[in-house]
């Protein structure tokens, strides 16, 4: 508190100009710099539980407030900084400083956006139960204080969670139908979390008051759940009629705010579309090269079928992440900075319904917990065999590969190395998502076509059939991911239905029906993950254009150097840092 009482009296002494007015280069990048540090401190008091992930315990005690007062408190105070940071003119700060300025006004825009029109706060059920299993899971997962500091904290947070679910009741209208229905699928994995897991995390706490209390919070956090999820099934389905469609208008300003893309979504569609059909075609080529006989869905049930034994996964993802650094090391694709390698183990058990594999890194701020952790969800040991062979296939020879490029190396493992390096707070604590995950999936097939996995030249039959099997994995992530592109502007535009987007990933995605049924559902909610091919283009893009703008200097370790230690703004900004242009970004 003490810090905000002390920024609104300095606040007050610089006499900000009115928006009618530009700071000249004298007093604009101080303004910038005071401003920014006032932001983050007053972001994370309404964000806690984002704070917390960062690496910022001040706010560990404090929960997400969903009341109507508090959003709208956080409405106005983000039109407030919105106008103080207005007088500053960009010219007047230099161009790293002028890049982090326009990060931060787009992610003010982009929360007005969604909190003022997209309005999920009124429409999704799943933001409340979710957040406050999340808000106990931020401070269970990594150990940067003792057990029982830490179950203080949970406890702390607890007492405010039953308030947040009466909040919900209040604050839903006419919810998408979708929503609810994904609230009432997740809600027993949050109930049963807190029945838990959580208990589980702190049984190493010694502190006989915390422990009391913690019993009494969380029996009222899970009886709370309790009462949600009846009253989500009696009252909130049955008038959810909403509608989650963003609409064209919208869609293209929250890309705008979220990624400074302002392509037409039309011209986006096209560029799908250009790639899914390359996609299909390298996938039908290569299939063809494996066996002539089968179709490439026949082709691909093969790839399923070639994995390691469950007990050996751990074991195999370690050996990919050894083959890999050796081939980066060796080919010179990029600098890694840091010698140590994410801890591979099973997922906690509150996180393996949800997620086949993942990386956890620490938050950019955190300094008592820097182990990130490779997770692994194994079958269970108590699974049937039939079950656990079905599972398997999801860790075939491609995907494993596929995913340790993507998560580990060198994907957003690398990119968690590189952070320390990044030149701002800004880029550090705001990230677009078409360099974060558009990187990853860039790497899945920069990787391929710089010949890693490749089959050698004395190679033997199994071992090129094995190399194109594991490129047609890459392939087959590809296509999901382009699916993914067409179905988010068509879902949020009225161009396709709901089952009609299922289909488009059966069919057009080429993946099985049970996961078009997820990633659609997934579309209705986070509807830019087109962000994955549209940021990995970008990247092609940018490092075409830089090789023929170099010509024989061009080195790609140095360009994959540089773009990581850009930090993870939107690729507009990072090609003017590396081009010194404005060309376009596809």
């Known amino acids: 508190?003490?810090?905000?009482?002390?920024?609104?009296?300095?606040?007050?002494?610089?006499?900000?100009?009115?928006?009618?007015?530009?700071?000249?280069?004298?007093?604009?990048?101080?303004?910038?710099?005071?401003l920014t540090e006032q932001y983050f401190d007053e972001y994370f008091g309404f964000n806690p539980t984002a704070g917390t992930a960062a690496g910022f315990h001040r706010y560990d005690v404090e929960l997400d407030d969903f009341s109507a007062a508090s959003i709208a408190n956080q409405v106005a105070w983000l039109h407030s900084v919105d106008k103080k940071l207005a007088p500053i003119d960009p010219k007047a700060l230099d161009a790293a400083d002028a890049a982090d300025l326009q990060i931060l006004v787009n992610s003010i825009h982009s929360q007005l956006l969604s909190l003022e029109t997209i309005r999920l706060w009124e429409k999704n059920p799943d933001t409340y139960s979710t957040g406050i299993t999340n808000a106990a899971f931020t401070i269970m997962e990594r150990e940067y204080a003792s057990a029982n500091i830490r179950l203080r904290s949970v406890v702390s947070r607890e007492q405010k969670m039953p308030q947040v679910l009466l909040d919900a009741r209040k604050n839903l209208k006419n919810p998408p139908r979708i929503y609810t229905e994904i609230a009432l699928q997740q809600v027993d994995g949050d109930i049963s979390f807190f029945q838990n897991d959580v208990p589980a995390a702190f049984t190493s706490a010694t502190d006989d008051k915390a422990k009391a209390d913690f019993a009494r919070t969380?029996?009222?956090?899970?009886?709370?759940?309790?009462?949600?999820?009846?009253?989500?099934?009696?009252?909130?389905?049955?008038?959810?009629?909403?509608?989650?469609?963003?609409?064209?208008?919208?869609?293209?300003?929250?890309?705008?705010?979220?990624?400074?893309?302002?392509?037409?979504?039309?011209?986006?569609?096209?560029?799908?579309?250009?790639?899914?059909?390359?996609?299909?075609?390298?996938?039908?080529?290569?299939?063809?090269?494996?066996?002539?006989?089968?179709?490439?869905?026949?082709?691909?049930?093969?790839?399923?079928?070639?994995?390691?034994?469950?007990?050996?996964?751990?074991?195999?993802?370690?050996?990919?992440?050894?083959?890999?650094?050796?081939?980066?090391?060796?080919?010179?694709?990029?600098?890694?900075?840091?010698?140590?390698?994410?801890?591979?183990?099973?997922?906690?058990?509150?996180?393996?319904?949800?997620?086949?594999?993942?990386?956890?890194?620490?938050g950019p701020f955190e300094t008592h917990s820097t182990k990130a952790y490779?997770?692994?969800?194994?079958?269970?040991?108590?699974?049937?065999?039939?079950?656990?062979?079905?599972?398997?296939?999801?860790?075939?020879?491609?995907?494993?590969?596929?995913?340790?490029?993507?998560e580990a190396f060198p994907g957003h493992y690398v990119q968690f190395l590189y952070s320390t390096v990044f030149p701002s707070k800004i880029r550090k604590l705001i990230g677009a998502n078409t360099n974060i995950e558009g990187w990853a999936h860039y790497?899945?097939?920069?990787?391929?076509?710089?010949?890693?996995?490749?089959?050698?030249?004395?190679?033997?039959?199994?071992?090129?059939?094995?190399?194109?099997?594991?490129?047609?994995?890459?392939?087959?992530?590809?296509?999901?991911?382009?699916?993914?592109?067409?179905?988010?502007?068509?879902?949020?535009?009225?161009?396709?239905?709901?089952?009609?987007?299922?289909?488009?990933?059966?069919?057009?995605?080429?993946?099985?029906?049970?996961?078009?049924?997820?990633?659609?559902?997934?579309?209705?909610?986070?509807?830019?993950?087109?962000?994955?091919?549209?940021?990995?283009?970008?990247?092609?893009?940018?490092?075409?254009?830089?090789?023929?703008?170099?010509?024989?200097?061009?080195?790609?370790?140095?360009?994959?150097d540089t773009f990581l230690k850009q930090g993870p703004m939107p690729l507009k900004l990072i090609r003017k840092a590396m081009l010194h242009d404005d060309s376009p970004t596809l």
């Open 1 to 34: 508190m003490a810090t905000r009482i002390l920024a609104s009296l300095f606040l007050a002494a610089l006499a900000l100009p009115t928006p009618a007015q530009h700071l000249t280069a004298d007093g604009a990048p101080q303004t910038f710099h005071f």
């Open 218 to 362: 969380n029996a009222a956090v899970i009886q709370a759940l309790k009462d949600y999820a009846a009253w989500l099934k009696s009252d909130l389905l049955p008038r959810s009629n909403g509608d989650y469609k963003l609409g064209a208008d919208t869609y293209a300003k929250k890309l705008l705010y979220d990624e400074m893309v302002d392509i037409p979504l039309d011209h986006l569609l096209e560029v799908a579309y250009t790639d899914l059909h390359k996609n299909q075609a390298d996938f039908a080529r290569i299939a063809k090269e494996v066996d002539p006989a089968k179709t490439p869905q026949q082709v691909l049930a093969e790839l399923g079928a070639l994995h390691p034994a469950p007990d050996q996964l751990l074991n195999t993802f370690q050996q990919t992440f050894n083959s890999l650094t050796s081939f980066i090391r060796d080919h010179h694709i990029i600098t890694i900075p840091s010698n140590v390698q994410p801890v591979l183990e099973e997922t906690p058990p509150f996180e393996r319904a949800t997620t086949f594999a993942s990386m956890d890194s620490p």
């Open 374 to 406: 490779f997770n692994v969800t194994l079958p269970e040991k108590d699974w049937p065999a039939a079950k656990t062979a079905d599972y398997m296939t999801a860790f075939n020879v491609g995907t494993i590969v596929s995913t340790s490029v993507h």
């Open 443 to 560: 790497c899945e097939q920069m990787m391929i076509e710089a010949g890693y996995a490749a089959a050698p030249p004395d190679a033997t039959p199994d071992q090129v059939k094995q190399a194109r099997l594991i490129h047609l994995g890459q392939l087959q992530d590809a296509l999901l991911r382009d699916a993914r592109f067409v179905v988010a502007i068509k879902l949020h535009t009225g161009q396709l239905t709901f089952d009609q987007a299922v289909d488009f990933f059966v069919t057009e995605g080429y993946q099985p029906h049970e996961t078009g049924l997820v990633e659609t559902k997934r579309g209705t909610a986070d509807a830019t993950y087109l962000y994955y091919t549209v940021g990995k283009l970008q990247i092609m893009k940018l490092r075409d254009d830089l090789k023929k703008k170099q010509g024989a200097a061009f080195s790609l370790q140095q360009f994959h």
